[in-house]
């Protein structure tokens, strides 16, 4: 099936461990997106991509770095992880010109005890 | 600050009820879209509008752009419509959009 796709779904880390959220996508899409989620806020996006090899910050990239390797690739990574990083995490993507809408992951739960 | 605000943040209706989400936003923006977000959390969008009015099955988007305000209707509701929508904005440069918080509906038999 065609669409975004997220893993891991759930994980549990120690302070201080670091990880990697892995997004894939098969639509051919320019521009990928990490976004977290919160309760009682909305998405907020952590860094994003408009092309293989180009990466750029959003609006909270403080303790995430990425990478695009690969254009259907597009990887979230915490080099060590804090419970403030305790979160839903989205990725999504979506195709360049204005009727470009977004395709969403199905999400990644992270808990950082 | 937050560039779009959602009303109401909860909603409850009976099965059937004609249903009305409200999006209004600060920034000129190029699109707006409307995501529908299920308990277990996958996001799914709904509609990408820029002007005027877009209509699938029983939702109902609209926009005004002078009044910076969108709404999403819901005729006939049915419990399977309980989620969280979501508003998001797009400016007319970058290549982010700013979502809001939220509006959760529940639709009770």
């Known amino acids: 099936n065609a669409g975004v796709t997220q893993t891991p779904k759930f994980r549990v880390l120690k302070t201080g461990q670091s990880m990697t959220l892995l997004c894939a996508q098969d639509?051919?899409?320019?521009?990928m997106y990490w976004y977290r989620q919160d309760p009682g806020m909305g998405l907020r996006l952590i860094h994003y991509?408009?092309?293989?090899?180009?990466?750029a910050k959003g609006e909270v990239p403080d303790g995430y770095n990425v990478s695009r390797l690969k254009k259907q690739n597009f990887l979230l990574g915490l080099e060590s992880a804090a419970p403030s990083q305790t979160s839903v995490y989205f990725c999504?993507?979506?195709?360049?010109?204005?009727?470009?809408?977004?395709?969403f992951g199905s999400g990644t739960r992270l808990t950082v005890v | 600050k937050n560039e779009v605000e959602q009303s109401p943040q909860n909603l409850t209706a009976q099965e059937g009820e004609f249903i009305t989400i409200n999006c209004s936003y600060s920034?000129?923006?190029?699109?707006l879209h409307w995501l529908q977000q299920h308990p277990g959390g996958g996001i799914v969008s709904l509609f990408m509008?820029?002007?005027g009015k877009k209509k699938h099955g029983r939702l109902i988007a609209t926009i005004n752009i002078q009044e910076k305000h969108s709404s999403l209707h819901i005729t006939a509701s049915h419990p399977r419509d309980s989620a969280v929508y979501i508003c998001?904005?797009?400016?007319?440069?970058?290549?982010?959009?700013?979502f809001g918080t939220g509006t959760s509906l529940t639709v009770i038999p």
């Open positions: 920034v000129g923006i190029s699109a």
């Open positions: 991509s408009v092309g293989e090899g180009t990466t």
């Open positions: 999504a993507s979506r195709t360049t010109g204005g009727a470009g809408g977004y395709t």
């Open positions: 639509m051919n899409h320019e521009y």
């Open positions: 509008l820029s002007s």
């Open positions: 998001a904005v797009r400016p007319p440069t970058g290549n982010q959009f700013y």
